[in-house]
C-alpha cells in the first residue's frame, strides 16, 4: 500500500503526518507500508518511521551515481537517505519531465536497481487513448519500453503500477473490472517476456482515485496487489483506513 505525496508538506508537515499515521497502522501485517513524499521530507520521513512497518520511498531517481546534475537525485543518494522503493515513469513525469522519452524509463529502473532500490515502474493510458480503444497497446507499449531490456533477475525486484491517467486526481476510479482488465494485460505481457512464474510473481498496484471508501471493492479483484494512492494519502486517517481496508 503506497503513497505518493508529490509536491505536498513541509517537513514539519512530515513529522506530524507519522505522529498520528504510525500508531493507526502499526497492526497492519497483511501488506508491506509505503510513503513516497517530497525528496526534501525523505530524512524526517526516514527519522519519523525508524523501528515502525512503514517505509519511506522517493518520486523519481536520476541514473547515473554522482555528478553534475544539478537538482536531481541518485539511487545512491536516496539509497542513502533511507529510501527503500522509487517511483518510476509516474504520469506527472511522463507528461511534463520528458519520462515517455524512449529508455528513461529502462534507464531509471536500473538506476535503482543498482544503488538497491525496489522500482515502482507506473504505466496507464490517457483519456483519449481509452476511447480510442488503445489501452492494451499502450500498456504494452510503456511495459515494453521500460521493463522488456531487464534481465529476468533484475524483473523479479520490480513492482508495476498501472496508473490510468483519466483517475489520476479526478475523483473517476477505474471500476474494478477494468482495472483488473489492464493489470491481466500487464501480467500477460510480462509473461511472454519473462515466463508465467515471473508474471506470477509480479505485485501489480492500481492507482486513481483510491479512497478509504473504494479500497475494499478494489482490493477485491484477484489481480489486484496494491494501492498507489496520491490525494488520499495526505491525511493520516484516510491513508491508514485505505491500508487497513
Ligand atoms: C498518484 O499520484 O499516483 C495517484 C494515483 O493520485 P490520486 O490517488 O490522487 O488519483
Known amino acids: 500500500m503506497a503513497g505518493n505525496w508529490k509536491m505536498y508538506k513541509t517537513p514539519a508537515d512530515t513529522a506530524s503526518f507519522f505522529a498520528k499515521f504510525n500508531s493507526l497502522v502499526a497492526a497492519a501485517q497483511h501488506c508491506e507500508i509505503l510513503i513516497c513524499p517530497p525528496t526534501l521530507d525523505v530524512t524526517t520521513a526516514v527519522e519519523a518511521t525508524r523501528g515502525t512497518n512503514v517505509m519511506v520511498g522517493a518520486q523519481n531517481v536520476y541514473p547515473g551515481?554522482?555528478?553534475?546534475?544539478?537538482?536531481?537525485?541518485?539511487?545512491?543518494?536516496?539509497?542513502?537517505?533511507?529510501?527503500?522503493?522509487?517511483?518510476?515513469?509516474?504520469?506527472?513525469?511522463?507528461?511534463?519531465?520528458?519520462?515517455?522519452?524512449?529508455?528513461?524509463?529502462?534507464?531509471?529502473?536500473?538506476?535503482?536497481?543498482?544503488?538497491?532500490?525496489?522500482?515502482?515502474?507506473?504505466?496507464?493510458?490517457?483519456?483519449?487513448?481509452?476511447e480510442g480503444g488503445k489501452t492494451e497497446e499502450i500498456l504494452v507499449q510503456q511495459f515494453r519500453e521500460g521493463l522488456a531490456s531487464l534481465t529476468a533477475e533484475q524483473f523479479a525486484k520490480v513492482v508495476v503500477a498501472y496508473e490510468p491517467?483519466?483517475?489520476?486526481?479526478?475523483?473517476?476510479?477505474?471500476?474494478?473490472?477494468?482495472?483488473?482488465?489492464?493489470?491481466?494485460?500487464?501480467?500477460?505481457?510480462?509473461?511472454?517476456?519473462?515466463?508465467?512464474p515471473a508474471a506470477s510473481a509480479l505485485r501489480i498496484l492500481y492507482g486513481g482515485s483510491v479512497k478509504p471508501d473504494n479500497a475494499k471493492t478494489l482490493m477485491a479483484e484477484k489481480e489486484m496487489n496494491g494501492v498507489l494512492v496520491g490525494g488520499a494519502s495526505l491525511d493520516p486517517e484516510s491513508f491508514s483506513k485505505i491500508v487497513n481496508y
Open 165 to 196: 491517467v483519466w483517475a489520476i486526481g479526478t475523483g473517476k476510479t477505474a471500476t474494478p473490472q477494468i482495472a483488473s482488465d489492464a493489470h491481466a494485460v500487464i501480467r500477460k505481457e510480462a509473461a511472454a517476456l519473462f515466463g508465467q
Open 65 to 130: 551515481k554522482e555528478g553534475a546534475f544539478t537538482g536531481e537525485h541518485s539511487g545512491y543518494l536516496l539509497k542513502s537517505a533511507g529510501c527503500t522503493h522509487v517511483i518510476i515513469g509516474h504520469s506527472e513525469r511522463r507528461q511534463f519531465f520528458h519520462d515517455s522519452d524512449p529508455e528513461v524509463v529502462f534507464k531509471k529502473t536500473v538506476a535503482a536497481l543498482e544503488a538497491g532500490l525496489t522500482p515502482i515502474v507506473c504505466v496507464g493510458e490517457m483519456l483519449a487513448e481509452r
